[in-house]
């Protein structure tokens, strides 16, 4: 039989090589184990020390020492580092399980504050946002914010306002339509950043017919789109545009009166 | 007290045995052990561990065999391991194997005994013997090697 070449730290770890496997928890010395195995002076050390480890055993107990054994234990109960159970297969499982949980629920606790009523709304003008030129609507040359006056005296909508944040903006053009619901819906094209308000009834409570209000700015995205939606009394006002929310935020961290 | 912690024990008056070579003494430093474990236990600070009284009884052990006969510190003959080693060491007693042993230098007696106890992790080994795993390999590899030579001695007829 050819042996194999040993490593120095091999032939180290083999001369203190532990006879019963449950007693080699070393991973360098399992690996010089695995090395050494069929080599013969490796099988004559083995015998070796099985034979004197038997002799140790057949030393006789006295009785003075069997009949003196106390009845309790003196070792205090093991405490296991937490780095111990860190490293239990069952421990990790379980902790990389909950750790997943709990990302998908923060993540569904984010997407849940971020909703809105009047979101589906949104999404579908979003939709309507990416599909339309501005040839489509009637030409309107003005401050955003004089909108609500225009349409209030043409097409009787009341507290259809732009917010302050986006008043100053220039329009290009305007239509007013009913989308599938029946709502009338508000479109206007800006001139800044080929960005389109939308203003839209607010979702309403079927049972008492209230608007249903949310405070502050709410983004939603939604391929390639973004918008940011508010409500004020009753009517939800959208701003949309092609890119990230992140290109909308400027306008609603500026405080307008 | 459970079963394997009563092996444990009977384990300890062997290593006692084996560093001794003397049953009293063996006795009397494995009570010593348990009564200062005990002590220990009364006093909240059970030991972490059986690897203490391991330690504790080695200390107890060296100091008793400081009172006798010291080995003297010569070059014992080293022989190859023979394949007939098995043959030779059934024909020994215990007690033999054990003043042997107990006629070692320390920390190789130390090594020696608690190796062939067959009770522990090469782990535990360095950590009882307080050795450095090329110190721990050197000692038993030579106490080996030293012990073939000495069967050699004793049993020559068994050679082919």
């Known amino acids: ?257 | 007290m459970a079963e394997e912690e009563k092996q444990n024990l009977f384990q300890l008056y062997r290593f006692c045995f084996l560093m001794v070579a003397d049953a009293t003494k063996a006795q009397e430093i494995f009570h010593a052990t348990l009564r200062d474990a005990a002590q220990l236990a009364a006093n909240g600070e059970a030991p972490r561990d059986r690897l203490w009284f391991f330690r504790d009884a080695r200390w107890r052990c060296l100091e008793a065999g400081e009172q006798g006969l010291q080995a003297e510190d010569v070059d014992l003959e080293q022989d190859e391991l023979a394949d007939w080693a098995p043959s030779q060491i059934e024909k020994l007693e215990a007690e033999q194997f054990a003043i042997w042993i107990a006629g070692a230098p320390d920390p190789q007696r130390t090594a020696l005994a608690l190796f062939y106890l067959d009770e522990f992790s090469y782990r535990d080994l360095l950590s009882v013997t307080e050795l450095k795993p090329p110190e721990l390999s050197k000692l038993l590899c030579d106490g080996r090697r030293q012990f073939q030579a000495w069967l050699d001695a004793t049993f020559p007829a068994t050679q082919p």
């Open chain 1, 1 to 257: 039989m050819s042996a194999p070449q040993l490593s120095r730290k091999d032939k180290v770890l083999l001369h203190c090589a532990p006879l019963r496997d449950e007693h080699i928890n070393d991973r360098a010395l399992r690996t010089a184990l695995h090395h050494a195995r069929k080599t013969d002076v490796f099988a004559v050390q083995q015998n070796f020390d099985k034979a004197a480890a038997a002799l140790v055993q057949s030393i006789p107990i006295p009785q003075e020492i069997t009949e003196w054994i106390p009845p309790d234990t003196f070792i205090a109960p093991v405490r296991r580092p937490w780095k111990k159970y860190a490293q239990n297969p069952a421990f990790l499982a379980t902790g990389i399980a909950v750790l997943v949980i709990a990302i998908i629920a923060v993540f569904q606790l984010v997407d849940r504050l971020n909703r809105f009523p009047g979101e589906p709304t949104a999404r579908r003008l979003l939709t309507t946002a990416s599909s339309t030129h501005a040839m489509m609507l009637d030409p309107v040359k003005t401050d955003a914010g004089a909108l609500g006056d225009f349409l209030f005296m043409k097409h009787r909508l009341a507290h259809y306002d732009v917010p302050p944040e986006f008043a100053e903006l220039k329009t290009l053009g305007c239509r007013v339509f009913d989308d599938e619901e029946g709502q009338r819906v508000v479109q206007v094209w800006v001139v800044e950043k080929k960005m389109q308000f939308f203003l839209f009834p607010a979702e309403r409570d079927p049972k008492t017919g209230k608007a249903r209000e949310f405070s502050g700015w709410r983004t939603i995205e939604q391929e390639r789109w973004a918008g940011v939606a508010k409500e004020q009394n009753g009517v939800c006002f959208m701003a949309a545009l092609r890119g990230s929310a992140k290109d909308l935020a400027p306008y609603i961290s500026k405080k307008k009166d």
